[in-house]
């Protein structure tokens, strides 16, 4: 199974696209290939304008931000002590080849994340892991799936989650804020999101984050009260999900802590969140 090829509508689109950054002075070759310049497309229907704006505050953003040298630059040496209280990792791929993010909420400690690391840390994490999705895992999945990889499926257990973590103010605003720049600035990058245990008080933390997502990733994004298991099924093959989400995969290690993958030999253990 492959994700969706580029429609005749698409590439004549991209066509044009690319005159109109060019003659806008958003030229940018780090990330002005073809896949990059659809996401931003496609992210806006296809409407070339909008599509040139948002890429052009992205080309702005990385700049001023240094975001090209962030993975040889940035180094997160509290990653075991967050690991250890914010449960999480990268764990083989789904039935299109692409990567799966497994977010253990339901092992979530969140007083004890922002006692090990600070909120600006935390937030600069997440975008070098958004950097190495983009540089290292999807290429390997290509690669692994004879075909292009361009997005990830991520999967929230919120299993039992305690009340206080879901309205925790602190962890709120971060979520807040990785929601605005993951849209933003990483469009077309969720091939799934699949939220599985989500309890009622969850609705409350949803309608928050709602408004930062783009209309075309909430239509990818599915939330279970109970285990999802057919949601998860369909996306999944059993051999690669977690036995704890439902699947018969049982990494010696652990599945949360494994590095198993089509990039396993690219990463090392401080790659794994």
Known sequence: MEEEAVTEEEALALKRFKGVILARGYHYPQRGDDHTLLRFL?????????????YGDYVKWRRDNHIDSLLQTFTFPELDAVLAAWPQNWHKTDRFGRPINIQLLSRLRIQEVFHATTEERLLKRALWVWEELHEVKLPACSKAAGHQVGRATIIVDLKDIPLGTITNAHGRRVLIKMAQIFSRYYPEYLGR?????APAAFKVLW???LPFIDVPTQKRIGIHRGNGLADLLSVVAPENLPCFLGG?????????????GPWSDK???QQRM
């Open 42 to 54: 496609r992210a806006r229907a296809l409407d070339i304008s909008k599509a040139a704006q948002i």
């Open 267 to 269: 990463v090392d253990a």
């Open 207 to 209: 309608e928050i984050l």
């Open 193 to 197: 999101l699949i939220i599985v245990n």
């Open 248 to 260: 018969s995969c049982k990494c010696p290690q652990g599945c949360e802590n494994s590095l198993t």
